[in-house]
C-alpha cells in the first residue's frame, strides 16, 4: 500500500508565502518523477512543477520565478516553496509520483488528495 499525503495549504493574503509538502508512505522501493499540479473550480487539473528524481526540474510560465520545487529522495517527500502569491494561484493542490513498490514490476501512478491554497484579502 502506497500514499501520498499533502500538507501546509491554507489562506494567505497577497503577496505571502506558503510552503506544500507531499510525502509518500508505505512500501516504497522507489520513486522516479514527481509533480505538483492545481485545479481551481471549475477548471481542469494543470501541471505546475516537476522534478525528476535526478533533480531535473520544470514549471509551468504561470509559476516561474515565484514557486521552487525540491525533494528530499531519503525521505520520500517534495516541496512546493510557493512566494509572490497572487489571487489566481487559489486552488486545490495536488501531488502525484511515479513510484513502484517492493516486488513491483514496474513504476505506477499515485495521487494525493489535495490540500486548498487560498490567496485572498
Known amino acids: 500500500q502506497v500514499q501520498l499525503v499533502e500538507s501546509g495549504g491554507g489562506l494567505v493574503q497577497p503577496g505571502g508565502s506558503l510552503r506544500l509538502s507531499c510525502a509518500a508512505s508505505g512500501s516504497i522501493a522507489s520513486i522516479n518523477d514527481m509533480n505538483w499540479y492545481r485545479q481551481a473550480p471549475g477548471k481542469q487539473r494543470d501541471l505546475v512543477a516537476a522534478i525528476s528524481r535526478g533533480g531535473s526540474i520544470n514549471y509551468a510560465d504561470s509559476v516561474k520565478g515565484r514557486f521552487t520545487i525540491s525533494r528530499d529522495n531519503a525521505k520520500n517527500t517534495m516541496y512546493l516553496q510557493m512566494n509572490s502569491l497572487k489571487p489566481e494561484d487559489t486552488a486545490v493542490y495536488y501531488c502525484?509520483?511515479?513510484?513502484?513498490?517492493?516486488?513491483?514490476?514496474?513504476?505506477?501512478?499515485?495521487w494525493g488528495q489535495g490540500t486548498q491554497v487560498t490567496v485572498s484579502s
Open positions: 502525484n509520483a511515479w513510484i513502484k513498490q517492493y516486488g513491483g514490476l514496474q513504476y505506477r501512478h499515485y
